[in-house]
Every structure is written in C-alpha cells, then in structure tokens.
C-alpha cells in the first residue's frame, strides 16, 4: 500500500456501473483506504466490500443527517463492530450547516446519536470517523463536538480516538482534537480551495491523514465530476506542497499515520 484512502464512500449506488474496475485501478496505484457507512444499509455494503477486498477496511454508522429517518441501533452496529475489518465507528457526528432545518430537537438527537457512536466505540476499542458540519461562519459544531468528545473520553478513561474528516475547523479546534488524541484528514478541496492552507502548514504532520470522501468533491484536475479515491494521490502531493516538504516523506508518514489510527 501506496496511499490511504482515510474516507471514501465506494460502495455508494455511484460506483453501479464500475466499481469493479475502479477498485482494479486502486489495486494498480497501490491504494488502500476505508470504505464509510452513512446508515446501517451502507455499512453493511461497505463490510461487504471490505470483506472482499484485502486493502479496504469498513466503518459502520450513521451519518448526522439520516439519524432522524434511521435511529441509532447499538445492537446492529455491535454485530458488525465486532468484524475484523470493521476498524472504525462512523460516520457520526453534528451537522449544523443548514439552520433552517436545525431545530433544537434535531440538534439534540444528533448529539445523543454522536454520544451513542463515541460508547460504542468504546466498547470494541474502535477509532471514531467524525463528521462535523459548523452553520456558516461559525465553529459551533466542532464546539460542541470537542465538549462531547471531551466528555465521553472521561467516561471511557481516555481510550476515544478517531479522525475529523473533511476538516474545515481553525487552528484553535484543530488543536483541541490532537490533545483528545484525533486526527484531522483533508479531501481534495484543498487543490483548488485555498482557506485550509494555514491550518495544514502549522499542524504536526503525525496528526493529518489523506482522504477524498468521494464520489463527493472531486479535485481541481477534473471538478465537479464524480470523485474517486484515485484522488487521494493528489491530495497527498498538495499537502506536501503546502508544507513546502518532500512528497515521499509526507506519503509515508500519512500512510503511517493511517495505519496507527486504524490499525491495518
Ligand atoms: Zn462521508
């Protein structure tokens, strides 16, 4: 393995008409990664293909928008958590970027459901994959996500980790998340946005991984096209070039990094 695909959702109905040949191509480029369930139909089918396929790992969870169509069931994700290559809990977590829809019930019920993931994680020793959406202008989800992360690491005697993806927080939140043990991990937004420059400049490179939450935001080489995770390549090359240090070098110590956190 080459590269680390930290967030990718390749089992989605996107891929129906050439998944297989895009996970031949991700065999060529030497690319492994973790495939991410939004609900229980989607973790099933990401343990699926990870049951398949000897470099794709599975996290099983519910995305914060579907927890008010799919309630959180702990003894659904339990039975798939305690897999092998089941290495994370998610994707969870807070998404407040449409506030007409955010009523103070849906906030709440996103956050019980993130608490809910953060337990079952806990019990079988697994990373969470975080999803964390502030309302704009505004850090108010990764707020209240550090608080409940914070929380709940109390609660399980400081064994919660996991990883930020799609990160958008500042330096202050990014900080906050490395001293609660998480990674942050960064799509290729990053080649053709620019805001998130400062932030993968001054972070530890032992605390970013690489990911291209595809088939969502494709790079800048072919945007708005349907994204894979062959992009993963060109968001390891940008952050490298960001921090103005040797791509190899950073390839390495991302793969690493990805390996630590989830244990493959
Ligand atoms: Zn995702």
């Not at 393995?1 to 989605?12: E, G, L, S």
């Not at 049951?51 to 790992?57: A, C, I, M, T, V």
């Not at 959180?72 to 407040?96: I, M, N, Q, S, T």
Request: hydrophobic share 40%; charged share 30%; aromatic share 8%.
């Amino acid at each position: 393995m080459r590269y680390f695909d930290a967030h990718c959702h390749v089992q989605f109905d996107d891929y129906a008409d050439d998944q297989a040949t895009l996970l031949e191509r991700m065999r060529e480029r030497e690319i492994g990664g973790v495939v991410v369930g939004v609900d229980q139909r989607s973790s099933e089918e990401a343990l699926a293909l990870a049951e398949r396929h000897d470099e794709l790992w599975a996290a099983v969870g519910t995305h914060p928008n579907r927890i008010a169509q799919e309630p959180f069931d702990h003894d659904f994700y339990a039975a798939l958590a305690r897999h092998p290559k089941v290495v994370a809990v998610g994707e969870c977590g807070l998404d407040y970027y449409r506030p007409s829809e955010l009523t103070s019930e849906v906030k709440r019920a996103q956050q019980a459901a993130l608490r809910a993931h953060a337990d079952l994680a806990a019990e079988f020793g697994k990373p969470l994959v975080i999803h964390a959406r502030p309302s704009k202008g505004t850090q108010d989800a990764y707020r209240d996500l550090i608080a409940i992360v914070r929380e709940k690491n109390v609660q399980h005697g400081g064994r919660l980790r996991g990883d930020v993806h799609f990160f958008v927080g500042g330096l202050e939140e990014a900080h906050a998340l490395f001293a609660l043990d998480f990674t942050i991990s960064f799509t290729a937004v990053i080649t053709f946005a620019h805001e998130y420059d400062a932030v993968i400049r001054a972070v530890p490179l032992e605390r970013i991984l690489s990911e291209t939450d595809a088939p969502y935001v494709a790079p800048a080489s072919r945007r708005h096209e349907r994204n894979d995770p062959l992009a993963v390549e060109e968001v390891v090359r940008r952050i490298a070039e960001i921090r103005g240090e040797d791509e190899d070098a950073v390839r390495e110590a991302i793969l690493a990094n990805a390996r630590g956190l989830f244990g493959v």
